[in-house]
T-cell receptor
Framework: DAKTTQPPSMDCAEGRAANLPCNHS???????VYWYRQIHSQGPQYIIH???NNETNEMASLIITEDRKSSTLILPHATLRDTAVYYC?????????????FGQGTELSVKP | SAVISQKPSRDICQRGTSLTIQCQVD?????MFWYRQQPGQSLTLIAT?????????ESGFVIDKFPISRPNLTFSTLTVSNMSPEDSSIYLC?????????????FGSGTRLTVV
């Protein structure tokens, strides 16, 4: 079973920051947190991942709490094209290319 | 990141028949995975395709129903055998690199299967 908990749905106004929470209270010290999104009828798209430190790339920022039991994905300026299902995943296994087990995700609706 | 070509992109099949889905990657990868996404649901991992050895199946999935081949580092196939309407799903291939935990895994665009 997936080891993450996410709200089933969220709304966000276009142009505002979207903050998507994720709980992973049973995460181990060497497990990474990954975020993917799936736009309708497409394969999942990688967004960002992290281990301990906060991370930022051209798509988003990932904030991981100090105890690593939760994280938040931040889309700084959400657009209508960011409407998708967002999955927070704790990668099972490490260094040997561990598998990704998907939970139910958060359906983000960006509204004009 | 790798580019994945998955074929066919969609198919409509008769119950009782089998369909083989191909996953071709434009570079050598260590890890290849097969997922199923039933209508309105999240992705479920079927198996890890291991090069040169049998695939490793997740609980609830068996080799007789979902035989997998992985002849080299750039190619894998998933067969859905003796299909029933319950097998109607999107099947997705994903690839990654062992020893590279900092890389995100890449997914193909999927095969949309309808069984009638």
């Amino acid at each position: 079973d997936a080891k993450t908990t996410q709200p089933p749905s969220m709304d966000c106004a276009e142009g505002r920051a979207a903050n998507l929470p994720c709980n992973h209270s049973t995460i181990s010290g060497n497990e990474y947190v990954y975020w993917y999104r799936q736009i309708h009828s497409q394969g999942p798209q990688y967004i960002i991942h992290g281990l301990k430190n906060n991370e930022t790339n051209e798509m988003a920022s990932l904030i991981i709490t100090e105890d690593r039991k939760s994280s938040t994905l931040i889309l700084p300026h959400a657009t209508l094209r960011d409407t998708a299902v967002y999955y927070c995943i704790v990668r099972v296994g490490h260094n040997q290319g561990g598998k990704l087990i998907f939970g139910q995700g958060t359906e983000l609706s960006v509204k004009p | 990141s790798a580019v994945i070509s998955q074929k066919p992109s969609r198919d409509i099949c008769q119950r009782g028949t089998s369909l083989t889905i191909q996953c071709q990657v434009d570079s050598q990868v260590t890890m290849m995975f097969w997922y199923r996404q039933q209508p309105g649901q999240s992705l479920t991992l079927i198996a890890t395709a291991n090069q040169g050895s049998e695939a490793t199946y997740e609980s609830g999935f068996v080799i007789d129903k979902f035989p997998i081949s992985r002849p080299n580092l750039t190619f894998s196939t998933l067969t859905v055998s003796n299909m029933s309407p319950e097998d109607s799903s999107i099947y997705l291939c994903s690839v990654g690199w062992s020893g590279q935990p900092s890389y995100g895994y890449t997914f193909g665009s999927g095969t949309r299967l309808t069984v009638v």
